[in-house]
């Protein structure tokens, strides 16, 4: 836990994490830390990058986004501890 808490700390979130993490939970939580041109510019980025897969598509939204989201969680888990 010790080293999770210095990994946590220590790792740099970037826009995208904050966009990602806002589009997954269905929130404006971090809508300070990203302006809407940002947003929007992550969002087809995420489609271009989504379409060059043949899967369920809404599926494999939740993975991409869950992914950038994920260290916005850590990070807000470890500030709770």
């Not at 404006?28 to 302006?35: A, I």
């Not at 899967?55 to 850590?74: G, S, T």
């Amino acid at each position: 836990q010790i080293i999770d808490k210095q990994i946590y700390d220590n790792y740099k979130l970037w826009k995208t994490n904050y966009i990602a993490y806002d589009l997954v939970y269905k929130n404006n939580k971090y809508v300070s830390f990203y302006t809407s041109e940002e947003k929007e510019a992550f969002e087809q980025y995420m489609s271009k990058q989504l379409n060059n897969i043949k899967a369920d598509k809404k599926v494999l939204q939740q993975i991409f986004l869950k992914i950038y989201a994920n260290p916005v969680v850590n990070k807000d888990n470890l500030n709770q501890i």
